[in-house]
């Protein structure tokens, strides 16, 4: 996970890589395949989820050999960022991988970011 800001901008970039020889599928229970949430001093400041609706089918994507699959989330605070310290967790809603479940905590990220 890579966090970016930019003014009043926090950009979070999720990439998963496949390093392998084989094309891999990732399956998602919905079409909300991750989520974003920011914490400033322990209260939520934005998460990516809120207030939007996920159709409830199951999405796939395939990554081919060497290949990757990036998720970039924007946040437009409306107001600057500088000197502010967050916490980002980000979370792809990863439900199998190649026909395989998988627990949903393999794939969530903290961090703590000085700004």
Same mark, same amino acid.
């Given at each position: 996970?890579?966090?970016?800001?930019?003014?009043?901008?926090?950009?979070?970039?999720?990439?998963?890589?496949?390093?392998?020889? &084989?094309? @891999?599928?990732?399956?998602?229970?919905?079409?909300? +395949?991750?989520?974003?949430?920011?914490? =400033? #001093?322990? $209260?939520?400041?934005?998460?990516?989820?809120?207030?939007?609706?996920?159709?409830?089918?199951?999405?796939? &994507?395939? @990554?081919?050999?060497?290949?990757?699959?990036?998720? +970039?989330?924007?946040?437009?605070?409306? =107001? #600057?960022? $500088?000197?502010?310290?967050?916490?980002?967790?980000?979370?792809?809603?990863?439900?199998?991988?190649?026909? &395989?479940? @998988?627990?949903?905590?393999?794939?969530?990220?903290?961090?703590?970011?000085?700004?």
């Amino acid at each position: 996970m890579y966090v970016e800001e930019d003014g009043d901008t926090l950009r979070t970039i999720m990439t998963i890589e496949n390093e392998t020889d &084989e094309e @891999i599928r990732l399956d998602f229970a919905s079409s909300q +395949e991750y989520d974003v949430v920011i914490e =400033e #001093d322990g $209260s939520t400041v934005y998460q990516y989820s809120e207030g939007q609706m996920f159709t409830q089918a199951l999405v796939s &994507e395939t @990554i081919e050999p060497g290949g990757e699959y990036v998720i +970039e989330d924007v946040w437009e605070a409306g =107001e #600057d960022l $500088s000197g502010r310290t967050l916490e980002v967790e980000a979370m792809l809603n990863i439900f199998s991988i190649d026909n &395989e479940e @998988i627990d949903n905590s393999v794939f969530t990220l903290n961090k703590m970011v000085d700004l």
